[in-house]
Every structure is written in C-alpha cells, then in structure tokens.
C-alpha cells in the first residue's frame, strides 16, 4: 500500500519558517481515522490520553509505563493493546496513552508496529509504502 | 519511481493554529469539516455537519516542537 508524505509549517529555534514533509498515515477506528507519524525514533506507539477515552479504553488500567523523549524527561503512560484498521488489514498493536503527551497527531512506533508491515520511503518521491510480512 | 503529490495540511491549518483546536478533516484532507477543543468535542461536531468519518488532527503554530 502507497500513502503520499503529508507537508506542513514549521518555524526553526532563529524564527524562519519551512515546510517539512513527515510519513504521516491516517489509521481507521470506528467513529473517526486518526492522523499519525511513522516515527522510527520511538519505541512504543503514543496516542493522547483524551483519543483513548473516546476509544472507550480505561486508561489506567493499563501497563504503566515511563515513555522518555529527547530531553530525557519521563512521561507517565499506560500501555493498552489496540485494534484499527490500515486500509483492510486489522492492526493491533501496544500503544501508551499520557494525559502528559500532548501531540496533535498519534505516534506509530516500532513495538508490534514495524513487527507486523516492512515500511518503504521514498522521500523524493512524496511516499512512503506498507508491506505486510 | 514516479513522484506522487503530497497532501498539504500547510494552509489548511493555517486559520486555526492559534486557537490550538482539534480538527475533523474530510478523507481527502482538502477541508476542514468542524473544529472541537477535545476529540470528543471534534468528532461530535463532524457527525452534525457530515456523514463522512472524519479526520482528526490538532492545529498548532509550530509542528517543528513534534518532528524532530
């Protein structure tokens, strides 16, 4: 499966403006899809806890986990497994939702997700690819 | 391989950096179908003006704080 990269603004620590192309994918649950970055540098998969809630998931009942970014600041998460679609494949995959994780989009990192699709970019072409295993 | 075209959120968002809302976009991601302050709020919104499943994506000012 071929998805396009996705392009947005952003403004560098000395105020310039540009605009950066991310391998961003829509991932399908019930009510809604959820824009999310392949993220290669994160280990687990993060969604915001308010997107949990609105899945119907208890978010403290889950694993707890210590989720630490760049600046080596830990965030309190718990980890659930959960279920939506790419396309027509069913993923489930652990994702830790924070009340602290405060992204615009969801994060697909490489626990279960990169297990279950081998994942292709092609940056200078404007997409990325999906292949399941 | 052949180039395809990128979806541009760039203008799309514009309008509603500021406010740091949630925003429901249709599949094609050309519009913004309803803004919320939560998910919740945002998809709520969406089901009153669309029967489309909506997109949702938060508006800030600055994605660099989140692409690293």
Partial sequence: ?133 | MSKIKEINLTELIKPYAKDNVWLALNTIQNKVLATGKTVKEVIDNAKKVSKEKPVIIKAVQNYSKYIF
Avoid: W
């Fill in chain 1, 1 to 133: 499966m071929k998805f396009p990269y996705t392009t947005f603004s952003s403004t560098t620590p000395f105020g310039r403006t540009i605009i950066d192309k991310v391998p961003m994918l829509k991932i399908e649950f019930k009510e809604f899809y959820l824009n999310c970055i392949i993220d290669t540098g994160a280990c687990v998969s993060m969604m915001p806890a308010e997107l949990g809630l609105v899945i119907g998931l208890n978010i403290k009942s889950g694993e707890p986990f210590l989720a630490t970014g760049l600046d080596n600041i830990a965030v309190s998460s718990y980890i659930h497994k959960v279920e939506f679609y790419i396309g027509k494949i069913l993923c489930k995959i652990e994702v830790a939702f924070s009340e602290k994780f405060k992204f615009p989009f969801g994060l697909l990192g490489r626990k279960d997700f990169f297990d279950m699709f081998k994942i292709h970019f092609y940056q200078s072409e404007n997409f990325f690819e999906l292949e399941t295993y």
